[in-house]
């Protein structure tokens, strides 16, 4: 392979589809297997999973120092050099296999003193092992996921297949938990396959994994910060209300929300690599233009997105979830707002605050919000339980929406977010109120929340057209012209 030639990025399109597959598919098993799993293992049974869980994803964290997201960044700014590309990488991974090593270390001592859920949180140490390859910031980094994504999807079938044929009692709640971390350490393994095509070699002496510790660590902060939304509610949840039930009804809620939350991070994801290959290059009004549009994007889909969600989420919820997790409706409807102040937060923060190095004062707003979601979690579970926890991380997450738009305002004004969005946000109110009246009607709950969905999308589309929407006219315009160009060019 030759070393002098650069690493060429696929389109962004193309990278936004593999990227958002890649994505979904990491969730795909526990998506599709949610409505059998909750069934079988009950509110108690997938609490146990989500406590344990949360417990583990901690120790990956610190063993990740920040890399994945840093070493995105150092990738994609020298792809055009597929020699220093390697090195950099290789010192990376180097580095995260030797902290993701300490902490498994340090996990297993964990999890053998502990009295309670010892053999689930041992199982999970499989998960942190199977850290140390999961290499997807290389790909993201290169922007092209297309040689990842076919191996992911049959290691996920597999794992669908698994759960239905071999967890069929509430005991069975270890079997699903080892299920789930062979399939993550199968998945990640496939990456061994792909990188040999993507990289060259380079000599070992040559490597210098400390030169990167300081600004792994920068990227780090934020890491810890925002587990704490994701990873200490549940947490919290498992040690200040009794029993498992409360991580149940918000470990299935939240995971509805995260599906449909892919599907809007997904673009930003894949343009971090972009705009910091732009940011390196000087090209400051072509990321204005990119944030603008990427923000456009968010906002066309996360409005209905939560607005839909909080009309269906009454009839959704039993349907999919079965009897007992009742309470996971009002959870639903206050995560469905996390679509759209995650989505922009998270844009804000891979198309401008990190590529242009601002990430150190990126840190100090997540620390406060991580501050704020802690004590507020801390008055509220106690009487509210996963209500109260839900409520904290989106005041949270609130908080730091309004820090990014502050930190960027020499970038960014806020009255250009209410230009480009005013028009979704109408739209969505009057779809929301359709929506949520729909669901009051008389008949089998199936049906209407068919007709919930399919009118609400239908209504959602009319209105932009009445309100002559020119972001989504324009990518009209451009769908058309494809098409047309395909079927003269047969």
């Keep these: 392979m030759d070393e002098n030639n650069a690493i060429k990025p696929k389109s962004i399109k193309v990278n936004y589809i593999f990227n958002l597959a890649y994505e979904v598919f990491a969730l795909l098993t526990p998506l599709i297997t949610t409505p059998y799993v909750s069934r079988v293992l009950g509110a108690d049974g997938v609490g146990i999973y989500s406590y344990t869980n949360s417990i583990a994803q901690y120790f990956i964290l610190f063993g990740n120092l920040g890399i994945a997201t840093y070493g995105q960044m150092q990738i994609a700014a020298c792809r055009e050099e597929r020699k220093e590309t390697s090195r950099v990488f290789y010192e990376l991974w180097i580095l995260r296999a030797l902290t993701m090593a300490i902490s498994l270390g340090i996990y297993m001592v964990v999890s053998f003193t502990a009295t309670e859920y010892r053999e689930a949180r041992l199982i999970f140490g499989v998960i942190i092992f199977a850290s140390i390859f999961d290499m997807t910031w290389l790909f993201r980094g290169i922007e092209d996921f297309s040689k990842v994504v076919i191996r992911n999807f049959i290691v996920k079938i597999v794992m669908i297949v698994a759960v239905f044929i071999f967890v069929k009692t509430k005991d069975d709640v270890n079997i699903y938990i080892l299920l789930i971390a062979l399939s993550t350490l199968l998945g990640n393994i496939t990456f061994l396959f792909s990188m040999r095509n993507v990289l060259c070699r380079v000599e070992l002496k040559s490597l210098n994994i400390l030169r990167h510790t300081k600004q792994c660590l920068v990227f780090f902060i934020p890491t810890i910060a925002t587990s704490v939304y994701t990873l200490l509610d549940k947490t919290m949840l498992g040690m200040l209300t009794e029993g498992t039930a409360q991580n149940g009804y918000y470990e299935q809620a939240h995971k509805i929300e995260q599906i449909l939350l892919v599907a809007i991070t997904s673009l930003n994801t894949i343009m971090r690599s972009r705009m910091s290959f732009l940011f390196q290059h000087g090209q400051i009004d072509e990321m204005r ?99 109260g926890a839900a409520c904290a991380s989106v005041l949270a997450e609130t908080l730091i929406l309004i820090g990014y738009l502050y930190l960027i305002r020499d970038f960014f004004k806020f009255k250009t977010m ?61 769908i058309i012209y494809k098409v047309k160009t395909k079927i003269h060019a047969r």
């Design 289 to 387: 233009a990119r944030l603008n549009r990427s923000i456009s994007f968010i906002l066309l889909i996360s409005i209905p997105m939560a607005a839909g969600l909080i009309g269906i989420a009454p009839n959704f919820i039993p349907l999919f979830l079965g009897e007992g997790f009742e309470e996971s409706i009002i959870l639903l409807q206050i995560f469905s707002l996390l679509l759209i102040v995650i989505g922009l937060s998270n844009c804000l923060n891979t198309h401008y605050l990190g590529p242009s190095g601002r990430q150190g004062k990126n840190n100090y707003v997540l620390i406060a919000g991580a501050a704020v979601n802690f004590i507020f979690n801390l008055m509220a579970i106690p009487t509210y339980g996963a209500v």
């Design 418 to 478: 209410i230009k480009l969005g005013w028009k979704y946000a109408i739209a969505g109110l009057v779809m929301g109120c359709f929506v949520s009246y729909m669901g009051t009607l008389p008949g089998k709950s199936f049906v209407i929340l068919v007709l919930q969905i399919i009118n609400g999308a239908v209504l959602y589309g009319i209105i932009l057209c009445l309100l002559r929407d020119k972001f989504l006219f324009e990518n009209i315009k451009m």
